[in-house]
């Protein structure tokens, strides 16, 4: 088992933040007039290097989908949206809920989220332009609504585009009997592709033992579809890989006919956060176990490109962090030299803190990165990074939020590459 100790923010060192982003602080905050939450949850880098960061906000006692965008310099865009903010309302008073974002070849803006109705929820896709605004021709007004096939959740959770401009999510939907991991494909302009899956569908169906849900999605280089998540299996929830091929069909020669579970000593919930495809095919997932106090640890687990764990990496493919009490990760990113950083949570002197983790491309403990591998933000304030992306400078933007005074401020970061 690999395990970190604490560290703290070493702001002397070169893993630093840039404080000629929003000079001289390094980091922005933002926050909605009136608003008791503005939670940054995903991020999206423009190929002009402005940062688009996409959440929730609840401005007038209805949780709403926003997006803000932030100039190279950390300063809001003013020409994006509504003074630097698109928002999405649900219909008639129903609160709804971000989750990912992507960029499509124009640069339109992709978010995913969820619909609330009552004790159900509908499956959001959303588009707008680069401008900020719904994008009409996509959708009803470049909203696409899907509500599973019975009562309960259905919510979408990642998403990705491929090169021929389709769109797939991932998430979760909900049948007479269970939550189910799904996958959807639209066409570019926002309906559900028949050649994909059964009328653009595909769900992971039949697991007696429980639920199943669908958390992230990634492409291979072959076209493949990865998606990670958690999986109910023999009483307990792991963590869930499983690769789609092009139509949508399961890849039986990926893992176990399609599916690699990666169960904790505990017996779960264990959950897949983030997954990507490394340049020579293998497959990164950012996730967390159960411990044995009944918190979380976060685990990287590497997969080859068959759905194996690379016993090359980490202590048998997987490698941890975690010391005590409750730590959470969500993003994640790589660096140019092959280290991979991650976003998310720690407990720092009994506090919920913003960290970021740094690990060798073989799966250790990165010393030269803060101290002992993390930076922690403590000195910015309690709450957690979501998202953390590297620019085409090498300099590191992390997103998530903090709490001040009960309410919520968006937060965004950037870091000298260490």
Request: net charge negative; charged share 20%; glycine share 16%.
């Amino acid at each position: 088992m690999v395990l970190f100790t604490a560290g703290f923010a070493d702001l002397t060192s070169n893993s630093s933040l840039d404080l000629t982003f929003n000079k001289p602080n390094g980091y922005a905050l933002w926050h909605t007039p009136d608003a008791s939450q503005d939670q940054n949850l995903g991020m999206a880098v423009q190929k002009d290097g402005k940062i688009i960061v996409s959440g929730d906000t609840n401005d007038t006692k209805q949780n709403r989908i926003q997006a803000i965008r932030y100039l190279t310099n950390g300063s809001p865009d003013s020409s994006f949206g509504n003074s630097g903010q698109f928002t999405f309302t649900g219909e008639r008073g129903k609160d709804v809920n971000a989750h990912g974002i992507v960029l499509d070849s124009n640069e339109n803006i992709l978010l995913t989220g969820e619909e609330h109705n009552g004790d159900d929820s509908d499956l959001l896709l959303l588009r707008c332009t680069p401008d900020g605004s719904p994008d009409s021709s996509f959708g009803d007004n470049g909203t696409v609504r899907y509500p599973g096939d019975g009562p309960g959740k259905s919510s979408g959770r990642g998403v990705v585009v491929q090169t021929d401009g389709k769109i797939v999510v991932c998430g979760e939907v909900t049948d007479s009997s269970q939550k189910k991991m799904a996958v959807l494909r639209y066409t570019p302009d926002g309906i559900l592709d028949p050649d994909f899956g059964s009328q653009g569908i595909f769900t992971l169906g039949n697991m007696s033992d429980g639920d199943s849900y669908g958390l992230d999605t990634a492409m291979d280089s072959n076209g493949k579809i990865l998606v990670t998540g958690a999986v109910s299996t023999g009483g307990s929830i792991g963590n869930g890989l499983i690769r789609l091929n092009r139509n949508g069909t399961i890849d039986t020669s990926f893992g176990n006919n399609g599916l690699a579970i990666m169960n904790g000593s505990e017996g779960g919930p264990d959950y897949g956060n983030h997954v990507t495809v490394t340049s020579d095919g293998k497959i990164l997932v950012t996730g967390v176990e159960t411990d044995s106090s009944g918190s979380f640890d976060i685990v990287l687990l590497r997969y080859t490109p068959d759905g194996a764990l690379d016993t090359e990496f980490g202590v048998d493919g997987v490698a941890r962090f975690g010391y005590s009490g409750k730590n959470y990760a969500w993003g994640q990113t790589g660096m140019p030299d092959g280290r991979i950083i991650l976003a998310g949570t720690s407990l720092v002197n009994l506090l919920e803190t913003p960290v970021l983790i740094a690990f060798t491309k073989d799966g250790n403990p990165d010393t030269s990165f803060g101290k002992n591998g993390m930076l922690s933000y403590e000195t910015i304030g309690i709450g957690p990074l979501h998202a953390v992306q590297t620019d085409d400078e090498g300099k590191i933007l992390a997103c998530g939020y903090i709490v001040e005074d009960g309410i919520d401020l968006g937060l965004l970061l950037r870091m000298n590459p260490g």
